[in-house]
């Protein structure tokens, strides 16, 4: 009975358009909480807390739900027509990442589980709850551990099928089933997603410090983004796909099979002009939808400040200027550091003397005073 039910679940997931099935039990993921401990304990999450106020019950699976007996993982893939690499090149255009670039994942994926569990605890009468990255359970381990893939030196998880690019949605269970054998790490000498990293985010393989990763720091991270990650930043504007794109598995990856996650329009990668425009409710109308409205308009602006000091290009100019006056902080500091690297310093130091007497924010003001338009020949692209 086990046996069939659990094939038969197999398909119908398949049928549900996920790409990859396993099976593991509650405890699956606690070895992970030690590591998951460690990396608390090393301020390695940055300004995530809500990792460490739900740490216990992210480290179990059993302290989320006593009752569960099996877990059920899915993969969906979402891999790329083309390499996302060569969009940092078109340096006049923000980057966002591939995961974001469509539909909300979360609402994807958890659409899809809810059917399929329905149709599971229909078919055996057990109880089932769903999850897809919004509450305290360690996807990657179980997912490794039912035998999806295993988690990569850049600790995402690796699939020698779909490669580094797999949503992950998980449906808890009271029946038992038999668990999958585990994944082997075939990552070996590898390190190219570790070599790759613009801003040495890895410590060690398998070790991610949050507060260097530029995924962090342009999605989460709610201040001002360090100035020795701005020129790093390049044209990332949501973000950064650099370690995921680089990993040899990619190349078995069976790509776009039902554009599942294709993007909403043709300019996946907008023209930084238009995103420096966006006041917040256009900004919420240009990303209903998907994962980069969340992180909200003055974020996602201040990262296209970034970029566009880091285009140097003299068309952006004027969207720079218009946002030294923005009402947030955020996006003026963003914008001065813009200015000084594409305007010469006569022009810097005559607009810096007008907004220096109005602006009221001391991060800002410094930044005025710290900020020289000589940056714009001694720093590398």
Sequence with gaps: MDANLKEQLRQWA??????????TVPAASDAAGLRLAQFLAKERHGG???MA???ERRASVSRLWPQARSVIMLGMSYAPNADPLAALQNRDHGVISVYAQGRDYHDVLKKRLKRLAARFQAACGSEVKVFVDTAPLMEKPLAEAAGLGWQGKHTNLVSRREGSWLFLG???TTAELTPDEPAADHCGSCRACLDICPTAAFPAPY?????RCLAYLSIEHKGHIAREFRVAMGNRVFGCDDCLAVCPWNKFALQAREAKFAARDATANPPLAELLA????AFRLRFAGTPVKRTGR???VRNCLIAAGNAKEPALIPAIVALLGDPSPLVRLAAVWALGRVVGPGDFEAMRDGYLADETDAEVR???LATHPAERHNVAP
Excluded: K, P, T, Y
């Design 14 to 23: 398949l049928a549900e358009g996920f790409d990859a099935f396993g099976v």
């Design 207 to 211: 070790q991610l410090d949050a507060r």
């Design 278 to 281: 966006l006041n917040d409710a």
């Design 48 to 50: 995530m807390d809500w």
């Design 53 to 55: 106020r739900n740490a």
């Design 170 to 172: 998980a449906i808890l």
């Design 366 to 368: 410094s930044e005025w």
């Design 298 to 300: 003055d974020r996602i």
